[in-house]
T-cell receptor, first 116, second 114 residues
Framework: AQKVTQAQTEISVVEKEDVTLDCVYE???????LFWYKQPPSGELVFLIR??????QNEISGRYSWNFQKSTSSFNFTITASQVVDSAVYFC?????????????FGTGTSLTVIP | NAGVTQTPKFQVLKTGQSMTLQCAQD?????MSWYRQDPGMGLRLIHY???????DQGEVPNGYNVSRSTTEDFPLRLLSAAPSQTSVYFC?????????????FGPGTRLLVL
């Protein structure tokens, strides 16, 4: 079973629209970490945020915000007033304490296209 | 700091050839790892290292070898390339060993095996 599910394969929005990228995870652990990474067309992976399982406060960073809900095992990412530079593939990842290494379980990614 | 660097950026191999993908970091990070990225499958862990001289297998280790003789370098070797190894390879590192650590990724190596 997939530990991290990003059901939205591709999303297109018009510039200045808000968009939410969904991430649902599966774990039996009470302690774990969740991450979001951005992969722009240039190909590198850029770290966006880390959240531990005990901190359910929503986080806002500029136009980006994250909504973490343990009750639904979701860690959704919202971009407000989207811009063309937001066009990228976004990955959600899970890290569990049971890992023998620092292994991330990645979702399959959501490709976001912002149309000018 | 240069961060995590990878060479080459692109490589084309013929089936059966061998090669080494280079990865280096200048942040004195303890943990290093290799992932491969395939369409529709996200990133999957190949091998990882928790320190110089210590390596272990990840989710998809077959066909790859690694070694870690220094803290800075973590090369990935393909002993006999196969078309199934066509992929984008990412090296990552984190300051310490632990599930709470953020991993920082290199720019990737795009490999095509014919």
């Amino acid at each position: 079973a997939q530990k991290v599910t990003q059901a939205q394969t591709e999303i297109s929005v018009v510039e200045k629209e808000d968009v939410t990228l969904d991430c649902v995870y599966e774990t039996r652990d009470t302690t774990y970490y969740l991450f979001w990474y951005k992969q722009p067309p240039s190909g590198e992976l850029v770290f966006l945020i880390r959240r531990n399982s005990f901190d359910e406060q929503n986080e806002i960073s500029g136009r980006y915000s994250w909504n973490f809900q343990k009750s639904t095992s979701s860690f959704n990412f919202t971009i407000t007033a989207s811009q063309v530079v937001d066009s990228a593939v976004y990955f959600c990842a899970l890290s569990e304490a049971r890992n023998t290494g620092n292994q991330f379980y990645f979702g399959t990614g959501t490709s976001l296209t912002v149309i000018p | 700091n240069a961060g995590v660097t990878q060479t080459p950026k692109f490589q084309v191999l013929k089936t059966g050839q061998s090669m080494t993908l280079q990865c280096a970091q200048d942040m004195n990070h303890e943990y290093m790892s290799w992932y491969r990225q395939d369409p529709g499958m996200g990133l999957r862990l190949i091998h990882y290292s928790v320190g110089a001289g210590i390596t272990d297998q990840g989710e998809v280790p077959n066909g790859y070898n690694v070694s870690r003789s220094t803290t800075e370098d973590f090369p990935l070797r393909l002993l006999s390339a196969a078309p199934s190894q066509t992929s984008v390879y990412f090296c990552a590192s984190s300051y310490a060993v632990g599930f709470q650590e953020t991993q920082y990724f290199g720019p990737g190596t795009r490999l095509l095996v014919l």
